[in-house]
């Protein structure tokens, strides 16, 4: 059997079979992305890691200053999921000995861009020459241990949100792979926004901050695999009763003969919003955090008993969109 008839949410599955379970890590193996573990008294050290291959994760006509600084966003958000503030950053580079030194300064000069953008600094690493370009970034953060928050803890009655809006990233990939027109203004706009991402760092330590959050990742995998994700997790039904995509995302997926919501759910991923869920006692104070930094948010869903992840019609979600080894499916 090869590893693009089984996927990489199975690999996961047989790795944590595998390797010994360290008694004191807090998130759990192959529960999270990311490992946490006291360091001292109820400080934790936060960890995660990430790895950007050009082939597979180098968009069409994008820079490698801002490959470079979204392999540095896609650490920064997870490790701002788990409620975590970075604390440093290991950077390993493998680059062909062929590619030009101007590309080699491009890379340095977008892993340092990000790091600094979110208050990290880049201490050290490895530089290979490799057959092909690939940046792996490891991020170390720090959280009181009461103030992470997992993956597991959503329960039935929790309410389920999203962090500001969605389908950016579904609709550039439109205009990249199947050549979408769209007026050049909002053609700048989304692409920018999947070019260079942001990480939601300020609100992944607001909600720690509050208590009220049972559980949250982000949705970079895409919207459908995630909310399959935290349903699978905690052994819980989700049911999504909306889906915040913006209007001027919305009118060019319709405009298309497309759904949006479903365009959303299975054709994006790469967005770094924080898919959370929330106490119900605990909404308002959720709700005045997030405004005093002036973040929106918006309540999509809710979980419920039972298994799966269903619109309110009733249609299921199913867990499809980016799996590497198996691509899209």
Known sequence: MKLSDVGERKLIEIISSILKQDPDEILGLGIDDAAAKPVYRDLCIVMHTDVFVESTDKLPNQSYRDLAWKAVIANVSDIAAKGAKPYAILSAVGIPGTYDLDIFKELIIGLNDASSEYGCYIVGGDLTSSRELFIAITILGLAHRDRIIGRRGAKP???????GEI????????????GWYVNEDIRYKVLER???PKARLDEGLTLASTGAISSCMDVSDGLAISLNTLAEINRVSIIIDDIPVPMEVSSIIEGYGMDPKYTVLYEGGEEYELLFTVKP????LVEEALSRIGSRFSIIGRVA???GVYLSSGVRIEARGWQHFFRWR
């Open 305 to 307: 008993e039972g298994c």
């Open 281 to 284: 006692s605990g909404l308002k």
């Open 167 to 178: 389908g950016y990233t579904a609709l550039a990939y439109k205009i990249l792979f199947d």
């Open 157 to 163: 009655g929790d309410i389920v949100c999203l962090t």
């Open 194 to 196: 999947a070019y260079k």
